[in-house]
């Protein structure tokens, strides 16, 4: 391939939102290891404060992650791109739609655990679109 074929704004816009994703995929191990470290060194104070957020940031990296390894494929093109975001928005609405945010299980924790992936799932929607918007602002 050609200097000139790989600077399409098209490839532009795909490297761009490949910059953009591993900034967050960084974002998101960062939380994590701080909030862990966190626990480590005080659990029963810090549990209450940062087990939601240590929960969601991994939901949200296992997202990051997906769109990476999509990303850093040699075939990967806009159209690709595009259609995972707009099927991973689809499907984790479906999710939010018809899933009760609170579980029903005789485990407290996991009923936590439930509500929590429910509203991440949310979160991720939202960044889905947001990631589209990036490829395409003008266009959808």
Known sequence: MTTEARNTPERNALNDLS??????ILRM????????????DNFTDSFEWQAEHIFKANIKLEFFVE????????DCNEEAVKFYLRHTAEHKT???MHTDPYGHSSNGA????HRWRYEANKDIIHLA????????PDAE
């Open 110 to 113: 996991s009923n936590l655990a």
């Open 94 to 96: 479906d999710d939010v």
């Open 29 to 40: 191990e960062g939380i994590a290891k701080s909030g862990m470290e966190t626990l480590t």
């Open 129 to 136: 679109l947001n990631l589209l918007d990036r490829i395409t």
């Open 19 to 24: 910059r953009y994703v591993a900034r967050q």
């Open 67 to 74: 769109v990476n390894k999509l990303l850093c494929d040699e």
